[in-house]
């Protein structure tokens, strides 16, 4: 199985910092990554898939890198709307594997 | 524009089977790469449990494989997921997804099933 590691496991920032999230797999996964976003009561929203393929309608200060085995999601300026918890997923086989997840919350 | 909507029982007694309906509208159950389940325990994270190819084939978390199958209604445009044998681990949110390019997406809005004992 891959096994995705994620961190930091929680973050404190401030509207307007740039925060990083990044996403270690276990053995090479190439651009089979996706990340999404949690919200409170809500179910998970897919952000950016094939590592850096931004979705439509996601603002454009998300974006994903990497390939192989590390990855990173940046938030390049926090919005209020955006503390949450993100999740990397990889896509590559199965069994189909999540990150550990990273609580966003405000400062 | 897709839309995916989980049904069943929230409350389960302990011992007996989960049984769980994605309903997908708007768009046809056998186009998708293919559909997902997962599962959320209470303040915890995301678990992938199965998934099933519109072909009826299918791959489960080696960790459920022995207590999961998920099945297709091409005629009712649903899938189904069944979880038998459960505990109080097994109480969560449960979310259905589709596959799309190299995401899931979207989801349903998810159902809590809860394991009494």
Same mark, same amino acid.
């Given at each position: ?14 509207? $307007?910092?740039?925060? !990083?999230? &990044?996403?270690?797999?276990? *053995? ?8 999404? =976003? %949690? ?28 390939? $192989?085995?590390?990855? !990173?999601? &940046?938030?390049?300026?926090? *919005? ?8 990397? =997923? %990889? ?17 | ?117």
């Amino acid at each position: 199985d891959i096994q995705m590691t994620q961190s930091p496991s929680s973050v404190s920032a401030s509207v $307007g910092d740039r925060v !990083t999230i &990044t996403c270690r797999a276990s *053995q090479d996964i190439s651009s089979w990554l996706a990340w999404y =976003q %949690q919200k409170p009561g809500k179910a998970p929203e897919v952000l950016i898939s094939r590592a850096s393929g931004l979705q439509s309608g996601v603002p454009s200060r998300f974006s994903g890198s990497g390939s $192989g085995t590390d990855f !990173t999601l &940046t938030i390049s300026s926090l *919005q209020p709307e955006d503390f949450a918890t993100y999740y990397c =997923q %990889q896509l590559k086989s199965f069994p189909l594997t999540f990150g550990g997840g990273t609580k966003v919350e405000i400062k | 524009q897709v839309r995916l909507q989980e049904s069943g029982p929230g409350l389960v007694k302990a011992s007996e089977t989960l049984s769980l309906t994605c309903a997908v509208s708007d768009y046809s159950i056998s186009s998708a790469s293919y559909w997902g389940w997962f599962r959320q325990p209470p303040g915890k994270g995301l678990e992938w449990i199965g998934s099933i190819f519109p072909s009826g084939s299918t791959y489960y978390n080696p960790s459920l494989k022995s207590r999961v199958t998920i099945s297709l209604d091409t005629s009712k445009n649903q899938f189904s997921l069944e979880l038998s044998s459960v505990t109080a681990a097994d109480t969560a949110m449960y979310y259905c997804a589709r596959r799309r390019d190299s995401c899931f997406d979207p989801w349903g809005q998810g159902t809590l099933v809860t394991v009494s004992s």
